[in-house]
């Protein structure tokens, strides 16, 4: 069992940067791939980033790619995702998921077994 508290969301001005991060419990953490997903109101949720359980592999939508880095931190059960370059449309909810996911499956929220609360971003014009 694996449980997900995000945090660091907020208000920020487009151009700007916020860096939500995602503390794990358990001691299996780094086991999991670990993903970030967001959902915007009367939308459906989509994948953001991916990362490997070494770290070594990261994913990304294209809608994000060379915007937002995804990293983690296997000895504080931590992964982060940093947000440059902020765009009103990344305006969302962000959430963060875990789970034994194959490398040609990480976009797929069902993939995902665990999942956070989310937090809100909200970026203005």
């Known amino acids: 069992q694996v449980q997900l508290v995000e945090s660091g969301g907020g208000l920020v001005q487009a151009g700007g940067s916020l860096r939500p991060s995602c503390a794990a419990s358990?001691?299996?953490?780094?086991?999991?791939?670990m993903g970030w997903f967001r959902q915007a109101p009367g939308k459906e949720r989509e994948f953001v980033a991916a990362?490997?359980?070494?770290?070594?592999?990261?994913y990304y939508a294209d809608s994000v790619k060379g915007r937002f880095t995804i990293s983690r931190d296997n000895a504080k059960n931590t992964v982060y995702l940093q947000m440059n370059s902020l765009k009103p449309e990344d305006t969302a909810v962000y959430y963060c998921?875990?789970?034994?996911?194959?490398?040609?499956?990480?976009?797929?929220?069902?993939?995902?077994?665990?999942w956070g609360q989310g937090t809100q971003v909200t970026v203005s014009s």
């Open positions: 998921a875990a789970g034994i996911t194959p490398a040609g499956h990480v976009e797929g929220a069902g993939s995902y077994a665990y």
């Open positions: 358990g001691r299996t953490f780094s086991r999991y791939v």
């Open positions: 990362i490997s359980w070494s770290g070594g592999s990261t």
